[in-house]
């Protein structure tokens, strides 16, 4: 039972470090927010949150496979280099301001919950952070890789994370209006980190 809990918190921690930092996730969950309401940025976090639980089983998996072998990692890396390459172009480039009833006709075909999930399942740079963790966890003897653990594991994570989503659009509503230079602009700030990731991994694979 102890290590359950152990592994419970492991994971909610690793999450609020991991999504800290500004990310595509947080901070399209605070334009959601500004946007659509509380209830679509409700619909959006579980959508995130439930392709966040099927990434981190499945890092956790890999890791189970390949004992962190680099090899794997770099195919990763090159995936998310790729995504976020077309990200980076998205919001700096093709993503500007249309008007108003062009942008509520948009909101109405994009499900909040869909969203978000399809947001997760593109954004695979936290698959190797969990897989790492993961092989450290179990050098520590800690029985990640036992399909109970990896689930409580997983729910840590997805706790951790969804806490991370509100606590961005909370802090964001407190400190933004609708006029706000951040809110404004925000598909460049987006765009920025995206563009910012793509730089890290393009350095990691040619390091």
């Known amino acids: 039972m102890d290590h359950y809990f152990i592994l419970l918190i492991i994971g909610f921690l690793a999450a609020v470090i991991g999504v800290s930092l500004p990310g595509l996730l947080n901070m399209t969950a605070v334009k959601v ?7 679509a940025s409700i619909m959006y976090i579980a959508g995130a949150s439930s392709i966040i639980f099927v990434q981190t089983y499945i890092a956790i998996f890999f890791a189970k496979l390949i004992d962190s072998s680099p090899f794997i990692t770099e195919i990763l890396h090159e995936i998310g280099l790729v995504i976020f390459g077309s990200l980076t172009l998205y919001f700096l480039v093709f993503a500007k301001r249309k008007k108003k009833e062009e942008n509520q006709a948009v909101k109405r075909l994009k499900h909040p919950y869909i969203y978000g999930a ?22 520590y003897h800690y029985p990640i890789f036992d399909w109970a653990y990896t689930v409580v594991f997983s729910i840590g994570v997805v706790l951790g994370s969804g806490l991370m989503f509100y606590a961005y659009i909370s802090v964001f509503k407190k400190v933004a209006n609708e006029n706000a230079f951040l ?25």
């Open 118 to 139: 399809l947001l997760a399942l593109i954004n695979v740079f936290s698959i190797p952070y969990y897989v790492f963790l993961s092989v450290t966890l179990a050098a």
């Open 183 to 207: 809110l404004r602009n925000i598909n460049y700030v987006i765009g920025t980190i995206t563009g910012i990731i793509c730089l890290i991994t393009l350095y990691k694979l040619l390091r």
């Open 33 to 39: 927010a500004q946007e659509r309401g509380r209830q």
